[in-house]
């Protein structure tokens, strides 16, 4: 069975097994600075699933175009069902999960979920993927709201490109586009084919005790934020968090996501030449036998089979 993935932006891919169409995120229709990514969701013609990672706008927007136009099904969080409800998905159409569950998508092929976490939006972290962030270690949620409410949290310092996209078309583009101001509960998926698995998750953070008994054949990795390793901040880099994945699943094959320069001026690209060395560099040092695939936007890239 051919497995082959496209790359949509953001943490948004498209995943094909054999005849089995399954969009992870959906979250393609972005502001007009934002590079294109070669489709958008009204374009969307064939979908047999949506996997939400979690329910934040740049994740879970465009499923609400997507299962209507093409009848897929949504798996994501109670939260992510309830946006997808009020914005007139069907009933029938959302499989609502938090963790445990196995469903089902063809004949040959299955998904596991699993609980994850998100990235520490309360601190917020570097755009320098090479940047070794430290502190705020241990703070309960009242000292991290403390925390949010001195820096700004988010995602963190402000971006390098900056000024590079219109502010206020941001702005307008976030007003109306769904979504929530909470994750749902974030979750990761393990969709398995007869020609290996793929792990995805689509926000920098993970409970390395459920990660690391899921032997992965290729894992998509986020690469944003200030990571989170069972719910504390990373004391470290994002190249390390990446590093630090690798490890935990030992897949034969990396992707990253969630690190183009998704809604300026936000945000920029972070797969900067050096950036990507300093990845490279963590990956030979940690798990020296994984290949990271460096995927272009929609080309197709056949991963497994
Ligand atoms: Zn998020």
Redesign the pocket.
């Known amino acids: 069975m051919a497995v082959t993935l496209d790359w949509l932006g953001c943490a948004t891919f498209r995943l094909t097994a054999g005849d089995l169409v399954i969009f992870l995120d959906a979250y393609i229709d972005r502001v007009s600075s934002a590079p294109l990514v070669g489709l958008t969701a009204a374009e969307v013609t064939r979908a047999d699933y949506v996997l939400v990672g979690?329910s934040?706008f740049?994740?879970i927007a465009g499923a609400e175009v997507i299962a209507p136009r093409t009848g897929a099904k949504v798996i994501g969080s109670n939260e992510t069902a309830r946006v997808l409800r009020e914005a007139g998905v069907a009933e029938g159409q959302l499989l609502a999960a938090q963790g445990g569950e196995r469903f089902r998508l063809s004949p040959e092929v299955t998904v596991r979920v699993f609980p994850s976490l998100?990235?520490c939006?309360w601190v917020g972290g570097s755009w320098d993927v090479a940047k070794v962030v430290t502190g705020h270690y241990g703070l309960t949620e009242a000292e991290r709201a403390a925390v949010r409410a001195e820096t700004g949290g988010g995602i963190g310092e402000r971006a390098r490109g900056a000024g590079a996209g219109d502010p206020e078309e941001m702005r307008e583009h976030m007003r109306g586009t769904i979504g929530s101001r909470e994750?749902g509960g974030a979750l990761a998926f393990l969709i398995e084919t007869p020609d290996g698995s793929v792990f995805y998750h689509?926000?920098s953070g993970v409970w390395t005790g459920v990660a690391s008994t899921l032997r992965p054949d290729v894992a998509i990795v986020a690469m944003a934020g200030r990571p989170n390793i069972d719910g504390e901040p990373i004391q470290g880099s994002l190249a390390q968090f990446v590093g630090r994945m690798a490890d935990l699943l030992r897949p034969r094959r990396l992707v990253l996501g969630h690190h183009d320069n998704w809604m300026p001026p936000m945000t920029t690209d972070m797969a900067t030449p050096e950036a990507m060395a300093a990845v490279r560099e963590e990956l030979g040092r940690v798990a020296p036998r994984v290949e990271l695939l460096a995927l272009g936007f929609n080309d197709g890239t056949r991963i497994l089979g």
């Open positions: 979690h934040h740049d994740h998100h990235s939006i994750t689509d926000t």
